[in-house]
């Protein structure tokens, strides 16, 4: 590879992902545990094949129908109301995440997050060819406020990425922080939601200050709550000046007939898919709890994962998990492992299975 005529900024550099293993239980890439129902995949054959049937032509370029969708479904999950222009889709949020920096990024300019944070942020940034620069959080995984501020001031971002929840501590921000590093920046400012859905009571979601912030994006994806990983469907929300860039750097027909389909008969099973996350919510609070019993920390999470910690020697407590049958993720700060909120059974596993390599 090396002796491609590659650019010098990717010389050397590996394909990245978690590991996919063959494993029982997998607790380790933060997916809803729960597949879609046979009557959710029912109703998808049918669109699906109704989509076939006009696969000759290609699909509506600006996915209008499914933006209303969601636009929809933000009501009604967030109490917002969002025009269908304000709203925007792509090929799960990763997508989405790189048309904003195609668009608002690029050779000269910076993204700053707040570390640690996901780890794809950076890749995405290399990518589009923007400075990656991250400041640091709290030790208890917050952000301090004025320390974020202080770092836009310093670094001038294009612009900021707040994943919240955040991916891998289950740390939420508050609605002031935003405003605050909205207020502070010229750049934009993308509150990734991807784990909205399952924030705990009281934890607001960024979608309420749109109409107020007119560079603020907020990311949202079907790949967690919606339990549709596989079928890549992420979308934004926005002013509809902020829509109308993303539509400029967006490849032509990006988003495929089948997948338009798929995610707007999986929108109109959302209340099945929230009973489901009601419950795993539950599960989280309980697991937290417990894992709290045993003496390790955990950082308050609104996500459908817990951070704990610490051990000593993190990969040998991965290794000794996995040769129990359990799969889940060395991430995040020394110390420190992710797992995934799992159905009662394979938490139940995992907890039995925590419990033998702590003895
Ligand atoms: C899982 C995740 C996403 C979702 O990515 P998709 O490309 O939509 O599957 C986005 N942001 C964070 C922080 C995540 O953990």
Do not use: C
Not at 139 to 149: K, M, Q, S
């Amino acid at each position: 590879m090396n002796d491609l005529p590659i650019r010098d900024d990717l010389r050397g550099e590996q394909p990245y992902g978690a590991p996919q293993l063959d494993v029982p239980v997998l607790l380790n890439v933060n997916e809803n545990p729960y597949a879609p129902s046979a009557a959710l995949a029912d109703a998808a054959a049918d669109a699906v094949r109704e989509a076939v049937l006009g696969l000759n032509r290609y699909p509506d370029r600006e996915a209008w129908d499914l933006r209303s969708d969601l636009a929809g479904y933000l009501e009604r999950e967030s109490v917002v109301s969002l025009g269908t222009e304000q709203v925007w889709a792509a090929n799960g949020s990763n997508e989405i995440m790189m048309q904003i920096l195609q668009a608002f990024g690029g050779p000269g300019r910076s993204v700053l997050s707040f570390a640690p944070t996901y780890s794809m942020y950076p890749e995405y940034a290399r990518n589009t060819s923007t400075t990656w620069i991250t400041a640091p959080r709290r030790d208890d995984f917050t952000i301090d406020a004025e320390a974020a501020v202080a770092a836009v001031a310093t670094h001038r971002p294009a612009v900021v990425f707040i994943a919240s929840p955040n991916n891998p501590t289950g740390t939420a921000v508050s609605l002031d922080l935003v405003r605050a590093l909205h207020d502070a920046t010229p750049g934009m400012v993308v509150v990734d939601e991807a784990y909205a859905e399952f924030r705990r009571d009281g934890t607001p979601s960024a979608l309420s200050l749109l109409a107020t912030h007119p560079r603020l994006l907020v990311t949202r994806t079907m790949s967690k709550a919606f339990a549709l990983a596989g079928a890549r469907l992420g979308y934004a929300a926005a002013s509809r000046a902020v829509i109308d860039v993303l539509r400029v750097v967006r490849l032509p027909y990006h988003l495929s007939a089948v997948t338009q389909a798929v995610a707007r008969t999986a929108l109109a099973y959302a209340d099945e898919l929230q009973q489901r996350v009601a419950q795993l919510r539950v599960i989280r609070d309980d697991l937290a709890s417990w894992l709290r019993s045993l003496g390790l920390d955990v950082p308050e999470s609104d996500a459908n994962f817990v951070l704990f910690g610490r051990f000593p020697d993190r990969h040998a407590g991965w290794q000794a998990l996995l040769d129990h049958g359990v799969l889940i993720r060395e991430t995040g700060p020394d110390g420190w492992l992710r797992v995934t909120v799992g159905t009662p059974t394979e938490t139940e596993t995992f907890k039995q299975a925590l419990r033998k390599v702590l003895e």
